[in-house]
């Protein structure tokens, strides 16, 4: 191994840790790790901003920027309404939404699939009396199965693509991945529907009750002592009667350290806890505790709201979120995924699946929600019929068509659709822009050129000819296991783009050394970078589902891994049987 094949894989490797910590924002991570590379030679310098003008990313960028534009054509609002008054039976509603979401994703971004989704699914389940928890985890993981059947579905499977090309080789065409995609989206759609009722059958509302939100369970505020507990009592009974934990006090302006379970809580002390939603409002109910921001409840003029992924609020602490508060919004409380509470409520940083419960007035926080382009959960009206354009829908077929069944390659059939939309006053392409979901394009543009540097450099060679070594047999149903299997090995701890820029370069080089066609082997890295069922941090769709839903980390196990293992024999199977 020469040094330089040292320098790239230490590189990935530690980015890939950092990656997994998820302490620093992705972007910057992906473009410390660029700049690195190119300081130390690893990169060579004229190949530095390749990744920017790569057709994965320049489409990608494109599909985001058609999602706004479809996302206001109402044309799926009659069709959320019709759900919701026709479907009884949590199967059929299960499925009629899985099948429109995985249908959505063959022809977009799944990210903008399930951004398109989520109101048709709150609204759904408000109006069949179906707990959120009951849906939002089964169509995001539609979502990553319709990705799977078209070269736009998923970064992925244009990355394999663009490394196929740089090859040497064809490429894939539009509806290459559909061979076995397909087949392997019918068999995950069908284990869903079957086996996901089983696992969340106790989120069913038997009383049909939609008064109040549904899903968020955990939340970190702030409290002070109620008057029915003006007597002093201790952190831990604070912390038993909400069935969470207390994490900072303070008394006199002072923090009170450390904290214990006998440690006194007196009248008037700021606690910060964590706390099970419904034994916060119960004690808030009986006066036994009192909120420390709105009106001291929870109920009155309280807003749900969800961070997604291009939202500005992303990696903003709560006590700096000048949207909010300019407009008179007070932050009550947050369902945080940090696992990390340090500090006031104030010093929380926001990410993607974080839920918010906001005071305010209910245009104030719709206006603020408008411009940081986050989801309003709670409340939430049905759809009422609105006049749908269906212009934006016709232009974006019309790119597919061209991209699929043309010469014409997907960075310019979707970048003329763009065009149009913009011409004929369908998208805003200011507001689209400043609503880009920025970090993953960043992502996808700094981590290209590094992988890139894997092959050039020869530590795919390297890992390739370790990996052989490993492998009991070199036909090639085992090559596509074993590159599938580290696909989804590798996916949960960092994202699916960037496994498929690692492992690409990898699978080129395995299939050089063993004589066996690339494209199955880089088919397995696409199928298996992008069926990640078992954790809620694998993919931002999953965050997003484990914030709203308010899932338990256990949950994702035990509804996802039938799912993985149907997807990975179905994939295993077909990906040999067509492209070997």
Not at 516 to 543: E, K, W
Request: charged share 15%; net charge negative; hydrophobic share 55%.
């Amino acid at each position: 191994m020469t040094l330089e094949q040292f320098g790239i894989i230490a590189l990935l490797i530690i980015l890939l840790g950092l990656f997994t910590i998820d302490r620093f924002r992705i972007e910057i991570v992906a473009l410390g790790g660029l700049g690195v590379a190119a300081a130390t030679g690893l990169v060579p310098l004229d190949n530095v901003f390749a990744g920017f003008s790569n057709a994965a990313v320049i489409t990608v960028v494109e599909i985001l920027l058609i999602v706004q534009a479809l996302s206001r054509t109402r044309i799926l609002d009659a069709v959320a309404i019709r759900i919701g008054q026709s479907l009884s039976h949590a199967r059929a509603i299960m499925l009629v939404l899985c099948a429109m979401g995985a249908g959505l994703s063959v022809f977009m971004n799944n990210i903008g699939a399930f951004a398109l989704m989520l109101p048709i699914t709150i609204s759904v389940s408000k109006t069949a009396g179906l707990n959120l928890r009951m849906l939002v985890m089964p169509v995001s993981f539609a979502t990553l199965l319709g990705g799977l059947c078209s070269i736009i579905g998923t970064p992925p499977n244009y990355l394999v693509s663009e490394f196929f090309i740089a090859a040497s080789g064809p490429g894939f065409s539009f509806f290459d991945f559909a061979y076995v995609g397909v087949p392997v989206a019918l068999v995950g759609l069908t284990v869903i529907v079957l086996w996901a009722p089983l696992t969340l059958k106790e989120a069913r509302n038997g009383e049909r009750d939609t008064s109040r939100p549904a899903g968020v369970r955990r939340v970190v505020t702030e409290l002070h002592p109620g008057s029915a507990r003006a007597r002093a009592e201790t952190a831990g009974a604070l912390a038993e009667r909400l069935s969470g934990a207390v994490h900072t006090i303070i008394r006199h302006n002072q923090r009170v350290f450390p904290i214990r379970d006998d440690t006194p809580i007196e009248p008037n002390d700021l606690i910060v806890v964590e706390a099970e939603l419904e034994r916060l409002e119960a004690e808030i109910d009986q006066g036994n505790v009192v909120l420390a921001h709105g009106d001291g409840l929870l109920a009155k003029r309280r807003a749900e709201v969800v961070v997604v992924p291009q939202s500005t609020l992303i990696g903003s602490r709560i006590g700096r979120l000048e949207i909010l508060s300019s407009r008179g919004i007070e932050v009550l409380a947050v369902s945080t995924q940090n696992p990390r509470i340090e500090g006031r409520l104030e010093d929380v940083q926001l990410g993607v699946g974080d839920v918010i419960l906001l005071h305010g007035s209910p245009e104030m926080v719709k206006e603020a929600l408008d411009d940081a382009d986050a989801l309003q959960l709670w409340p939430l009206s049905r759809f009422e019929p609105a006049k749908a354009s269906y212009w934006p829908v016709a232009i974006f077929l019309m790119g597919v068509l061209a991209a699929a069944f043309t010469r014409i390659e997907p960075p310019i059939a979707f970048g003329a659709v763009v065009l149009i939309l913009s011409m004929g006053r369908m998208l805003d392409l200011r507001t689209a822009l400043s609503d880009m979901n920025w970090p993953i394009i960043l992502l996808l543009a700094a981590m290209i050129p590094v992988g890139e540097a894997m092959a050039t450099s020869g530590a795919a060679a390297v890992l390739a000819q370790s990996l052989t070594a490993l492998l009991p047999s070199m036909s090639t149903p085992a090559l596509v296991a074993a590159m599938f299997a580290l696909a989804l090995a590798i996916t949960p701890f960092i994202n699916n783009a960037t496994t498929a820029v690692v492992l690409a370069p990898i699978a080129l080089e395995l299939a050089r050394t063993t004589g066996t066609p690339p494209q199955p082997l880089l088919m397995a890295v696409a199928l298996g970078a992008s069926t990640d069922f078992l954790t809620p941090f694998g993919h931002h769709n999953n965050t997003l589902a484990f914030g709203i839903g308010g899932y338990r980390f256990g949950e994702f196990l035990k509804v996802g891994w039938p799912l993985t293992l149907a997807s990975f024999a179905a994939g295993v199977m077909l990906i040999s049987l067509i492209w070997g």
